[in-house]
C-alpha cells in the first residue's frame, strides 16, 4: 500500500509503499476513501506538538470501509465509518472515567502517534471508529471528522449565545457557522486583513458580518471562537465579547498570548480552551449532521499530492477542506 509518511518535522511528506498491515485484537483495517487535511497535521509536520512519533503517517479525518476485523473488534467488514484525531485511551484514569477521555494523559492519537490517513489503508480501534451519516458522501464527510467535532465542541463551550464570532474563518468555521445559524444565531466572521473572498465567502453561508479580525464588530458578541492559531487574537476578541461572555480558543496549538489588562477578562468574561473530542462529541455531531443540510466546501487532491495540499491549507488559499482521495 501507498503511505505518504513524515520522517521528521519540517520535512516535505515522502511517499512510500508499505506492506498491507493485519489488525490485531480489538483494531480494524479500514480501506481510506477519503481523508481531510486539518490545520492540526501542520502542526504536526511543524513539530509544534509534543510526543509525536516519527516516522509518522499524518491525517486524523480519515473516512473508509472495513476491510478486515482483528479478534474482538464489534465491527463487520464493508461498515463505512470515521477516524477521528482521538484513538486510543485508557478508559481507567480518573479522567475517563468522569467521561473525560479527551483529557486521558495516556491518549494516543490519530496520524501523531498513530498512523493516520494519508495512505491507501489504516489501522483503527474499532471503538474509535465513528458511525457516519449515509446521506453524506465520502469527500464531504471526511471534514466533518475534526473541523466539524471541534467546531460542535467549540460551540457548545459557547454556550447559548446568540451573537457568536467566529475568527479565523476556515474548514471549522465554514461548518460551525452553518449550524449556529441553523440553531438560530448570529455569527460575526473574523478574517485576515486583505482576505476579501473569505469574507465573501462568509457571508454567502449566513454570516451576518465579515470583516478584518482587528475590526471591531458592530455589536457586543455573546461569544467568540477563536480558530486561528494565532495567540494576539485572544486579547481582541475579549474585547469584542460583552461581560459575562465566553472565548473559545478552539486550536491544538496556537502562538504565545500577549500580555492584556486584567480589564478585558473582568466583568466576568470567560477565557477557555477545547482540547480533542470524546466519542460522545462524534456520536452527537454525526446525528445532528444526518439531519441539518450543511454545503461542505472541498477542493479534491490525489494522495501523492499531500505536499502540495498541505501546502495550500498553510497558504489559506482554499475555500473549506483539502481532502486527498486515494
Known amino acids: 500500500m501507498r503511505v505518504m509518511a513524515l520522517r521528521a518535522a519540517r520535512l516535505p511528506l515522502e511517499l512510500e509503499r508499505r506492506a498491507l498491515p493485519t489488525p490485531a485484537a480489538g483494531q480494524v483495517l479500514i480501506k481510506v476513501k477519503a481523508c481531510a487535511i486539518c490545520r492540526t497535521d501542520l502542526h504536526v509536520i511543524d513539530g509544534d506538538l509534543p510526543g509525536i512519533r ?31 484525531w482521538l484513538g486510543w485511551t485508557c478508559g481507567t484514569c480518573a479522567r475517563c472515567r468522569r467521561g473525560e477521555e479527551n483529557l486521558c494523559a495516556r491518549a494516543r492519537f ?18 474509535y471508529c465513528l458511525p457516519l451519516p449515509p446521506e453524506i458522501d465520502d469527500v464531504h464527510a471526511a471534514p466533518l471528522l475534526c473541523a466539524g467535532l471541534i467546531g460542535y465542541r ?31 444565531r448570529d455569527c460575526y466572521a473574523f478574517v485576515r486583513q486583505s482576505d476579501i473572498e473569505a469574507a465573501r465567502f462568509a457571508l454567502d453561508l449566513g454570516c451576518v458580518w465579515a470583516r ?18 494565532v495567540g494576539a487574537l485572544v486579547p481582541i476578541a475579549l474585547a469584542a ?25 473582568w466583568g466576568e468574561r470567560v477565557l477557555r ?54
Not at 490519530?110 to 471503538?127: C, E, L, N, S
Not at 473559545?248 to 489588562?261: E, L, N, R, T, Y
Open 110 to 127: 490519530t496520524g501523531a502517534q498513530i498512523d493516520g490517513g494519508y495512505a491507501d489503508f489504516v489501522i483503527a480501534d474499532h471503538r
Open 273 to 326: 480552551s477545547v482540547a480533542n473530542l470524546t466519542r460522545k462529541d462524534g456520536l452527537e455531531f454525526m446525528e445532528l449532521a444526518s439531519r441539518m443540510p450543511l454545503q461542505i466546501r472541498t477542493t479534491e487532491f490525489a494522495l501523492e499530492q499531500a505536499n502540495e495540499a498541505i501546502a495550500s491549507v498553510r497558504a489559506g488559499t482554499l475555500r473549506g477542506a483539502a481532502v486527498l482521495v486515494p
Open 154 to 184: 467549540a460551540l457548545r463551550m459557547a454556550g447559548d449565545a446568540r451573537r457568536l464570532g467566529l475568527y479565523g474563518f476556515g474548514a471549522a468555521a465554514h461548518i460551525v457557522a452553518q449550524v449556529a445559524r441553523q440553531e438560530g
Open 241 to 265: 465579547v460583552r461581560p459575562g461572555g465566553v472565548v473559545v480558543c478552539a486550536g491544538i496549538h496556537m502562538s504565545d498570548i500577549p500580555s492584556f489588562p486584567y480589564a478585558l477578562l
Open 212 to 229: 478584518p479580525s482587528e475590526e471591531r464588530p458592530p455589536v457586543e458578541l455573546d461569544a467568540a471562537i477563536v480558530f486561528a492559531p
Open 54 to 84: 516519527h516516522p509518522i503517517v499524518p491525517g486524523h479525518e480519515i473516512v473508509g470501509e472495513i476491510v478486515s476485523v482483528g479478534s474482538g473488534a464489534e465491527m463487520d467488514v464493508g461498515t463505512r465509518v470515521g477516524v477521528p
